[in-house]
C-alpha cells in the first residue's frame, strides 16, 4: 500500500524556478496528453491478444486431458512451456507499447493472472488427477493446492519488499511434471502436493528471479542452465508408454533436478535465517 499524503497548501514552500522555458513546459504537458494513434492502439491490442495465446493453450490443455494418456500429456506438458514463454515475455511487450496508455480501458493484468491460474495450477493440478498420480479415494485432497493457489494470486502482498515470493509460489506446472516423470509412490505424490500447498500460506520467503539482489542473479543465471535439460525432457517425453519405465528420462529428469533442489533449498535458507533473526528481536 502507498500512504496518501493529505496536501497543506498553506504550509508548502515555493517551487524554485527550473530554469526551463514555460512554453517548452506546456509542449512537453500537451505531448503527455495527446491520444494515441490508431497504430499505437492496435500494437497494444496485439500485445493483449499476444497475452491471450495462453488463454488458447489453456483450451487445447484442457481438451488433451479430457483425452488422456501418454501422448495427450506429453502436449499439455509442451503447451504449459509455451504459455510460460508468452507470460515471460508480454510484459516486457507490454511496457515497450506503453500498453496502459494506448489501451486504458482494458485491464492486461487481470487478463494475465487469470491466465496464470489456469496454466500454472488449475490445469497441472487437473493433469495430477487425471494421470492417477494420487492414490485412488484421496483425489479430494487436490483442493489443497487449488485453494492455496488462489490465496497466493489474490494476496494484496504477493510478494515482499525486499525482493522475494511471499509463500510458495504457484509453480505446479513444474511439480506436476517431475510428479509425473519420476517414479514416485502415489502417497509420496500426494505428501508432496499437500506440502507445497501448506507451504503458500506460511510467511516463508521464495526467490523471485527477475528482481534484484546476488541471489536472484545466480538463480537466473542457473535458471537459464535449467531450461536446457528442461527442454530436452519435455521433447523426449514417450508417446505412447509412462515416462516412469524410461531409464534415460529418468536421467534427464534427476539431472533437471538441479535447479528446483538450489530454489528450495536456498528459499528455505533464507526464510530459517528470517524467522530466527525474528525471534531473536522478539
Same mark, same amino acid.
Given at each position: ?10 504550509? $508548502? ?28 492502439? *492496435? ?7 499476444? !497475452? ?74 487437473? *493433469? ?12 479430494? /485432497? ?44 502415489? /502417497? ?38 535449467? !531450461? ?28 533437471? *533436478? ?5 530454489? $528450495? ?18
Amino acid at each position: 500500500m502507498i500512504p496518501h499524503f493529505a496536501e497543506n497548501r498553506t504550509s $508548502m514552500p515555493k517551487m524554485k524556478p527550473t530554469g526551463k522555458d514555460p512554453k517548452q513546459q506546456q509542449a512537453a504537458a500537451k505531448a503527455r496528453n495527446v491520444p494515441p494513434t490508431a497504430l499505437e492502439r *492496435l500494437l497494444g491490442w496485439c500485445v493483449h491478444g499476444y !497475452t491471450a495465446l495462453g488463454l488458447v493453450a489453456a483450451a487445447i490443455i484442457a481438451v488433451l486431458l479430457v483425452r488422456g494418456g501418454p501422448d495427450a500429456y506429453r502436449w499439455c506438458f509442451l503447451l504449459m512451456a509455451l504459455a510460460t514463454i508468452v507470460d515471460a515475455s508480454d510484459g516486457t511487450l507490454a511496457r515497450l507499447v506503453r500498453i496502459k496508455e494506448v489501451v486504458p480501458s482494458f485491464d492486461g493484468r487481470r487478463l494475465d493472472d487469470i491466465i496464470d491460474y489456469l496454466n500454472y495450477t488449475f490445469l497441472p493440478i487437473l *493433469l495430477i488427477w487425471r494421470a492417477d498420480l494420487v492414490p485412488p479415494g484421496q483425489e479430494a /485432497w487436490l483442493l489443497v493446492p487449488l485453494v492455496a493457489s488462489i490465496y497466493g494470486f489474490c494476496q494484496v502482498q504477493a510478494k515482499t519488499d525486499d525482493g522475494f515470493f511471499l509463500g510458495f509460489p504457484s509453480l505446479w506446472n513444474v511439480v506436476a511434471l517431475y510428479l509425473y516423470v519420476l517414479p514416485l509412490g502415489t /502417497w509420496t505424490c500426494l505428501a508432496i502436493v499437500l506440502a507445497l500447498g501448506v507451504m503458500t500460506f506460511m510467511p516463508s520467503k521464495y526467490l523471485y528471479p527477475s528482481q534484484s539482489g546476488q541471489l536472484n542473479v545466480v538463480a537466473t543465471v542457473l535458471g537459464i542452465f535449467w !531450461t536446457i535439460p528442461l527442454a530436452y525432457l519435455l521433447w523426449s517425453l514417450p508417446s505412447s508408454t509412462s515416462p516412469r519405465t524410461d531409464s534415460s528420462i529418468q536421467r534427464i529428469a534427476l539431472v533437471s *533436478l538441479f535447479y528446483p533442489v538450489f530454489y $528450495m533449498g536456498v528459499s528455505w535458507t533464507i526464510t530459517l535465517s528470517h524467522w530466527s533473526r525474528r525471534s531473536s528481536a522478539s
